[in-house]
């Protein structure tokens, strides 16, 4: 088994806003082991982004990281200066946005914004760094990558745009990528290309790869171990396989059951009903019992934990699925 690259441990992240605290992440802890990609997945406002955000010590203000640890080879992120943190994002630790016309600054070309971190990070002329921008082109994907560096990002389509941003990711050789829904504005051919581009990146540079997205079947054709977030807790998490074929959590479940089935026309879709709980009013106990069809008393009775089941899975459930 590789060795731990990212280790995420008992992460507390919460927004003080004027008359509440908005807890949007709660005892969080999972790890990514290098040349592994980890997916995190769950319904919008679970908490995935501002999981990730904290990981980059990008959470916006009145965000706050109330505790826990970020281990990046053994290393807490939470102890670094800011200064040492710029100079971790983008060498070691890089991010792709989910939004990539409003990540990419429409002033300056393509080759302008991807030599930037090469000049900045290591150190290379801009010759040297043109050169090395056309390669990364090439490397992701774009045909004619020496024509493409003089483009701006509003003259490309929305699949080479994402293709530029994660140039710009791996231009110094990260440990680690992490992608917040990089693909969901895209149409589904070209979702298929950006994913398949990533596991060959993956094989080929043996990076670890922290993958956000709200749709399962990103997480069955990409990931190799899936983390599965409800109103900023960890349900339930393991090998992709194993969760989405045998499910534990009653939450998990209902997200499978929600999805359409090809084929299976006659088959009626199964929306999970009620909707999930104000993140600044949280309630008692499990936070999905009060949309839980196996729900009890004792579901909202005490905080339940999560129980590593010794199989590389981990369910917080006082009564999972057989």
């Known amino acids: 088994m590789a060795e731990a690259l990212l280790e995420v441990d008992d992460l507390h992240t919460h927004f003080h806003l004027k008359n509440k605290v908005v807890r949007a992440v709660n005892g969080v802890s999972f790890t990514v082991r290098r040349g592994e990609i980890v997916g995190i997945a769950g319904e919008s406002g679970a908490g995935k982004s501002v999981a990730c955000l904290s990981i980059m010590r990008l959470v916006p203000n009145p965000g706050r990281i109330e505790r826990g640890r970020i281990l990046f080879t053994g290393e807490d992120l939470l102890g670094k200066t800011e200064r040492q943190m710029r100079e971790l994002r983008g060498q070691t630790v890089s991010m792709v946005f989910e939004d990539p016309l409003n990540s990419l600054d429409p002033a300056f070309t393509v080759g302008a914004l991807i030599g930037e971190a090469l000049i900045l990070?290591?150190?290379?002329?801009?010759?040297?760094a043109w050169k090395k921008s056309g390669e990364l082109l090439r490397l992701v994907g774009i045909p004619d990558p020496e024509r493409r560096l003089d483009n701006y990002a509003h003259e490309l389509s929305g699949g080479m745009q994402q293709r530029v941003m994660i140039a710009i990711a791996l231009s110094c050789d990260p440990a680690l990528l992490i992608a917040d829904n990089p693909t969901t504005a895209l149409d589904v051919t070209i979702q298929i290309q950006i994913l398949d581009l990533v596991k060959q990146l993956r094989d080929r540079l043996g990076m670890g790869v922290l993958w956000i997205t709200h749709d399962l079947g990103v997480v069955a054709k990409l990931c190799d171990r899936v983390v599965i977030m409800y109103a900023g807790e960890v349900m339930e998490q393991g090998d992709v396989y194993g969760v989405l074929k045998r499910p534990r959590?009653?939450?998990t479940r209902r997200l499978?059951?929600?999805?359409?089935?090809l084929g299976r026309p006659e088959r009626r879709l199964m929306p999970i009903e009620g909707r999930p709980p104000d993140p600044a009013h949280?309630?008692?106990?499990c936070p999905f019992a009060p949309r839980c069809y196996k729900a009890r008393p004792e579901c909202e009775a005490h905080d339940v934990p999560l129980v590593d089941n010794g199989d590389g899975r981990a369910v917080r459930c006082l009564f999972p699925e057989d």
Do not use: C
């Open 121 to 128: 990070h290591k150190g290379l002329s801009k010759r040297e």
């Open 256 to 261: 499978i059951d929600a999805l359409p089935k």
């Open 249 to 251: 959590h009653p939450y």
């Open 282 to 285: 949280l309630p008692s106990g």
